[in-house]
Antibody, heavy 117, light 105 residues
């Protein structure tokens, strides 16, 4: 079955960096756009970024543009999110998900990023 | 930037019909889909951008999207449907609405 497993979250100091990973299985990873969405504690969903199947097209939310970089390795069935210049406002659960013609599904279980001194 | 507006909360009695709206400028010209999120769980797509249900989603979930408003309709609402619901618009970027907490009481 389709499975997405995020990793790489944790506690980081303000101004620090973190790299999230998402391991995909159960489908042909290179056929699909992929996205990252985050959810701050007790708040709603916020789309972060998506990347085309080849990796040639990338879009970012204004809130992370210039600080976050999405990438993928189709040979490794993996999606990444490099996060730099982190601030308290980036504290959230980060979800990796597959984009399909129907919408975004499925979603991973998420990895928690906490930015605090 | 594009914004989507949802009511913060909607209440419905078991067996009745719940309607959750999502408003945005010319939303009907964009793809829109709906997600359900229960406490402590990841979001789940319940209505696609073609107003179709993904596999495993009950028939009681339906929707529409025209003008400036998309609507998620849950017919014969059950207690298991109590959750947060988010609309999302797709164009060159993706935007989520603020979410609606559906209470079944």
């Amino acid at each position: 079955q389709v499975q997405l497993v995020e990793s790489g979250g944790g506690l980081v100091k303000p101004g620090g960096s973190l790299r999230l990973s998402c391991a995909a299985s159960g489908f042909t990873f290179s056929d699909y756009y992929m996205s990252w969405t985050r959810q701050a504690p007790g708040k709603g969903l916020e789309w972060v970024s998506y990347i085309s199947s080849s990796g040639g097209t990338k879009y970012y939310a204004d809130s992370v543009k210039g600080r976050f970089t999405i990438s993928r390795d189709n040979a490794k069935n993996s999606l990444y999110l490099q996060m730099n210049s982190l601030g308290a406002e980036d504290t959230a659960m980060y979800y990796c998900a597959r984009d399909t013609e129907m919408g975004t599904l499925p979603w991973g279980q998420g990895t928690l990023v906490t930015v605090s001194s | 930037s594009y914004e989507l507006t949802q009511p913060p909360s909607v209440s419905v009695s078991p067996g009745q019909t719940a309607s959750i709206t999502c408003s945005g400028d010319k939303l009907g010209d964009k793809y829109a889909c709906w997600y359900q999120q229960k406490p402590g769980q990841s979001p789940v797509l319940v209505l696609s951008q073609y107003n179709k249900r993904p596999s495993g989603i009950p028939e009681r979930f339906s929707g529409s999207n025209s003008g400036n408003t998309a609507t998620l309709t849950i017919s014969g609402t059950q207690a298991v449907d109590e959750a947060d619901y988010y609309c999302q618009a797709w164009d060159s970027t993706r935007v989520f609405g603020g979410g609606t907490k559906l209470t079944v009481l």
